[in-house]
């Protein structure tokens, strides 16, 4: 394993530490958390909470700030953080009108939010929750515990955030969410694994003319391996995949092209440029794009494609000011 | 029976075990889930020995809820909220005891699978760690039924866990990170009944 690290201990420590330094104008650290807030509370508007392990940078905490979430909390690599902090983070960023949890579906993430939020409750906080699930290469079947979150999450937290900072009821914010998560769908592919500091070994093996399709973002196996294509093609199977999953016909889209941590941007606008062509062909009008790191899996070489389906109502939220580390619309 | 210093001496022994095989455990998990159950299972034990001189002479009740409240608090992932309320119901169940049997441990163990099944809405046949504590639960009860040995019925629940683990190594995975593996989970064993039968074991071992 070859990092720039200096303990593996101290990876989200010192993660935590650097973010605040740099910028201490949109966060500061809930002290003795693994916790970012916003750096000016603000009072009289829902306030919303994400996080989940470690590892997604810049999710969660590149996204606290105007417009988008009140804090982020981190767990440990890849690892759901436990109730302590998301408990100390809801008590801190509570007010008059709630908060709403926004938790990507996974088991851990779903546990420790529900326990924390079940530990607020009894403090006399309002909570709510919603539980993204937009990842379409793991089907909700019988055998799974339900589609995983990826990240679609990001366009949960802008259109939720945008909703929020309207002074919208904490019903009316997670309603809101709940439809940014009905109608946004996302698959991905990697051709590397990515090394948990932790454990010191890739998460997964792969060939050098292999890519893992459907891949997770902490490096889960996806739906298959496949020896590696030009990237029209990939694109194509990730599009089809999606636009199976949901009809998107004749509607308005946002797009992200997003980087697993180690895809450069220009492999991210090569793909676009075939995602732009194909739905253009496909009669679906692509309203805004996104294309860069918003949800990474540590150093993975890999990529995903996300869609949201947009209405009058989400088109304006998104274009709603957001001023966040890694997230800025004016 | 079992007074609280022992039963303290064996949760610390538990906790240096998973420390021990930390890295196996997390290679377990890396097949099929998101390589971090060893890890994280190791840090809560750590934040639970570092508070065991504080629990010197406690009831048997506090020193389990001690390491639930470690678990919960400092495991995360799916195993903290898992193994932590299973520890926290088994020491509301052990309450202010400072002694205990084997009868009383088989009602410690019924609470803790009553948790684990609360807190993930899960039930055997899943691919998680109830396929070795329910079995393990089930041989205890009936060894000691039939033949009132309480080390015969702890060994027999250990065989019986051992049997699990490989049982989930036939099953397609429904719950937790392995179930987005569909068919591709069969063939590789549980990582929660692998750590769970661990701790079965150095009950075992010592007691």
């Excluded at chain 1, 003795?32 to 829902?46: D, F, L, S």
């Excluded at chain 1, 009008?285 to 918003?294: D, I, L």
């Excluded at chain 2, 809560?44 to 009740?61: A, E, H, T, Y």
Aim: with cysteine; aromatic share 6%.
């Amino acid at each position: 394993m070859k990092k720039f690290i200096n303990d593996v201990n101290l990876v989200e420590e010192q993660m935590i530490e650097g973010m605040v330094k740099a910028y201490p104008q949109y966060v500061k650290r809930l002290p003795g958390q693994t916790v970012v807030v916003r750096a000016n509370k603000k009072e009289g508007k829902v306030a919303l909470i994400s996080g989940g392990g470690s590892g997604h940078e810049p999710a969660h905490g590149g996204f606290v700030g105007e417009g988008m979430l009140d804090a982020a909390v981190a767990g440990a690599v890849f690892t759901s953080p436990s109730p302590e902090p998301i408990y100390e983070a809801l008590k801190e960023i509570a007010t008059d009108k709630g908060v709403l949890m926004i938790v990507k579906n996974y088991t851990g993430d779903v546990m420790n939010f529900e326990m924390a939020g079940e530990m607020a409750d009894a403090d006399g906080i309002k909570v709510a929750q919603v539980v993204v699930n937009d990842d379409v290469a793991v089907d909700g079947s019988l055998y799974t515990v339900g589609r995983r979150g990826v990240a679609g999450t990001i366009f949960v937290h802008k259109i939720a955030g945008a909703k929020a900072e309207t002074g919208a009821s904490l019903e009316e914010v997670q309603a809101t969410a709940q439809k940014v998560i009905d109608n946004v769908r996302t698959m991905g592919v990697a051709i590397t694994p990515c090394t948990v500091p932790a454990a010191g070994t890739p998460g997964f093996e792969i060939a050098d003319d292999e890519m893992e399709v459907g891949i997770g973002i902490h490096g889960e196996p996806g739906t298959h391996k496949a020896k590696l294509e030009p990237v029209d093609s990939i694109v194509d199977h990730l599009l089809d995949k999606i636009l199976a999953d949901l009809d998107f016909t004749g509607s308005e889209v946002a797009v992200m092209v997003n980087s697993s941590g180690g895809t450069p941007a220009m492999e991210l606008f090569i793909a676009n440029n075939r995602v732009a062509d194909v739905l253009a062909e496909k009669g679906v009008k692509v309203y805004k794009t996104f294309v860069g790191e918003y949800m990474t899996s540590l150093e993975m070489q890999g990529f995903s494609v996300t869609l949201l389906k947009l209405d009058d109502e989400l088109k304006e939220l998104l274009d709603a000011k957001a001023d966040t580390i890694a997230l800025k619309v004016f | 029976m079992v007074n609280q210093d022992k039963v303290l001496e064996i949760m610390v022994k538990i906790g240096e075990k998973i420390e021990e095989d930390k890295l196996f455990l997390t290679e377990l998990d890396n097949v099929i889930g998101d390589g971090d159950h060893g890890i994280n299972m190791a840090r809560g034990f750590g934040d639970f020995i570092s508070k065991v001189p504080d629990l010197q002479g406690k009831d048997i009740g506090a020193i389990l809820k001690a390491a639930g409240m470690s678990l919960t608090m400092k495991v995360g992932g799916a195993s903290g909220p898992l193994y932590g309320t299973a520890y926290l119901q088994a020491g509301k169940t052990a309450g202010d005891k400072t002694e205990i049997g084997i009868e009383d441990f088989i009602q410690i163990l019924e609470a803790a699978i009553e948790g684990v099944k609360m807190r993930g809405k899960a039930v055997t046949g899943e691919k998680t760690m109830l396929d070795a504590m329910v079995p393990a639960l089930d041989a205890i009860k009936e060894e000691y039924d039939a033949s009132k040995d309480a080390k015969k019925a702890l060994e027999a629940g250990l065989a019986a866990a051992k049997e699990g683990v490989e049982y989930t190594k036939t099953i397609i995975a429904t719950k937790g990170r392995a179930s987005y593996l569909g068919e591709r989970s069969i063939g590789h064993q549980d990582p929660g009944a692998t750590s769970f039968t661990e701790m079965l074991q150095v009950i075992c071992e010592n007691v």
